[in-house]
């Protein structure tokens, strides 16, 4: 950009060009870090949500990984979430891609839960198809689907999460360090369950949806 600048006659350093580029939020495309690797060895699940109606809480869940950059270093943080509401039910930090943050989380998840989910979806990542990950979620009575490869799309209702939560929380404010993205989210994860309307839940929050969900399944 610097050099196309000073070829059409506007003296400008590579610095300016940096701050002007922040603030008007132009950002270079690139290859973003592929997290979804597989573990070959592992064995494969079913893709179960194709052409199912989501209609109730607690009908399935949904868990991923996203990288987070900071000015210092980066950070992995997993969610699980509930399909239906768009309800964050639990979230974590690592510095690592271990599958043992992403059993905290789903453990987290479970115990804080009234009723088991029937279904947890992920993709095909080393973390959701180990040992430890699928025999957590089978221990508790619960099926496992996995979306196809390459197909992000399968669990659409997370990715759509993660860009939320990189454009709102994460990009405007450039946490420095662990600490201050771990306040920064726990305060943007609040707010987005009791605080934010979403337009695909008739502008209501993700709390009122599971409200609203689980009473009319009782009614």
């Known amino acids: 950009m610097m050099a196309t600048l000073k070829r059409d006659g506007i003296p400008i350093g590579r610095k300016q060009v940096s701050g002007l580029m922040k603030q008007m939020g132009i950002q270079a495309i690139y290859r973003k870090p592929r ?3 597989p573990n070959r060895e592992s064995k494969r699940y079913p893709y179960l949500l194709k052409d199912i109606e989501i209609e109730r809480p ?9 990288y987070i950059p900071m000015k210092h270093g980066h950070l992995y943080v997993v969610a699980v979430m509930d399909w239906y509401s768009r309800k964050v039910l639990s979230w974590k930090l690592s510095n690592t891609m271990d599958e043992r943050f992403c059993v905290e989380a789903l453990d987290e998840a479970l115990s804080k839960a009234k009723k088991m989910p029937e ?19 089978e221990d508790h009575g619960v099926k496992v689907s996995q979306d196809g490869r390459g197909r992000w799309m399968d669990n659409v209702m997370i990715e759509r999460l993660w860009r939320s939560v990189k454009y709102e929380c994460v990009f ?5 360090d662990g600490r201050q ?3 920064r989210l726990e305060d943007w994860f609040e707010r987005y369950n009791h605080w934010r309307p979403h337009q695909s839940l008739g502008y209501k929050t993700p709390v009122q949806k599971a409200r609203e969900g689980s009473k009319r399944k009782v009614a």
């Open 35 to 37: 997290l979804s690797i």
């Open 172 to 176: 405007p404010w450039e946490p420095s």
């Open 119 to 137: 279904i947890v979806n992920t993709d095909q990542g080393s973390q959701f198809t180990g040992e430890a990950w699928v025999s957590t979620v």
């Open 181 to 183: 993205l771990q306040e």
């Open 58 to 66: 607690d009908q399935v869940w949904c868990a991923d990984i996203t």
